[in-house]
């Protein structure tokens, strides 16, 4: 398709003019999600760091746009909320589109008590409902696919992206709390907060099982979910199955990747920013082909396995592709909402001229 294309999910430092370039080449835009993270300056660090995305908004708005996030509570702190509000004010000032809910609420973060923090906790009530009464869209990523909690089969082995998380601790036995009830406090938000715009990151961590995902769709209108990082998940059930699940929820999902990488790509040598957009074209041009075609394709996962340090790859090598699949060969009619007009109406503090 040759319609400009909105990624609503992505991690991109491209400071460099063949990022631009490159962009512009395949007509895309990104939203640049900034995560926070307790062991890093989520803020200026090279990883997810909200300053680097706000700049490359602010020197190219033709091109990015970005999402920040908040200071994670930590300990007692009786100022935290009036701080963590005066700090979103601030970011959405200077033209962030949304706010970021991570992972880590729910499998990391612990309260004075203990506990884990949920996402449904009175600590983090009245910042839902700055951002509901703002009109500021939420993106959560909300705990991780289900196999995660599940035993690891011998001789097996799992991509895992859990930054700061420790990937044996989603193992079933452990003491994080389960599924369920990770995904219980997301929906309990989405029934406290029912004029704030959510939208799940990941397929809302429903990634194997649509039909429980539909019954969310039908049961919160206020519930939308982006495809990053997916497309593996996607290609993994019935092709009907898929088509028709994308046709009866057409407006509530948008097409995002979690492209990126991880620094600043003008820190990297030359040869690892070329390679680094060797990959990402590669990794975009196999996603347009599986929304896009009838043809027989293999889906590789995406390029944080191409370009990540050794420790984040399987074995010390990227994770092979799976079995030939068919492309889903959707509608252009299709195409334009998920590809486009979704993030637009999800994300209503994008760039008018987007």
Not at 113 to 119: K, M, T, V
Not at 158 to 174: K, N, T
Not at 201 to 213: F, I, P, Q
């Amino acid at each position: 398709m040759t319609m400009e294309k909105i990624d609503a999910h992505t991690h991109h430092p491209g400071d460099v003019p063949e990022s631009a370039a490159l962009l512009k080449e395949m007509k895309l835009k990104l939203i640049n999600i900034a995560i926070a993270v307790r062991s890093k300056d989520w803020r200026s660090g090279e990883v997810w760091g909200a300053d680097q995305y706000h700049r490359l908004a602010r020197k190219h708005p033709e091109r990015y746009a970005w999402c920040t996030s908040f200071d994670l509570p930590n300990g007692e702190d009786p100022d935290y909320t009036e701080r963590v509000i005066e700090g979103l004010k601030q970011d959405l000032a200077a033209g962030a589109v949304a706010c970021k809910f991570w992972k880590n609420i729910g499998l990391e973060v612990r309260k004075p008590s203990g506990a884990y923090l949920h996402l449904d906790d009175a600590c983090l009530a009245p910042i839902f409902s700055y951002l509901q009464k703002a009109g500021v869209t939420v993106v959560i990523h909300a705990g991780d696919p289900r196999k995660y909690w599940k035993p690891l089969r011998k001789g097996g082995s799992r991509y895992a992206y859990h930054g700061d998380l420790v990937q044996s601790s989603l193992r079933r036995g452990c003491e994080v709390p389960a599924y369920e009830e990770i995904l219980g406090a997301r929906d309990r938000v989405l029934t406290l907060y029912p004029r704030l715009q959510v939208v799940g990151a990941h397929l809302g961590s429903h990634e194997r099982d649509l039909v429980g995902l539909a019954k969310r769709l039908d049961r919160y209108p206020n519930f939308a979910v982006d495809t990053a990082a997916r497309v593996v998940d996607l290609a993994h059930h019935k092709r009907g199955l898929v088509r028709d699940f994308f046709a009866k929820y057409q407006d509530r999902i948008l097409w995002g990747t979690d492209l990126g990488a991880w620094r600043a790509q003008s820190r990297m040598s030359t040869q690892e920013a070329g390679t680094l957009l060797d990959c990402l074209r590669s990794d975009y041009l196999e996603e347009f082909a599986f929304y896009e075609t009838n043809r027989r394709l293999r889906i590789h996962n995406f390029t944080w396995n191409k370009t990540a340090p050794d420790a984040l790859r399987v074995g010390g090598r990227p994770q092979l592709p799976g079995e030939p699949v068919l492309g889903l060969g959707l509608s252009g009619s299709f195409l334009q909402k998920f590809y486009c007009s979704n993030a637009k109406r999800w994300f209503p503090r994008l760039p008018s001229a987007w």
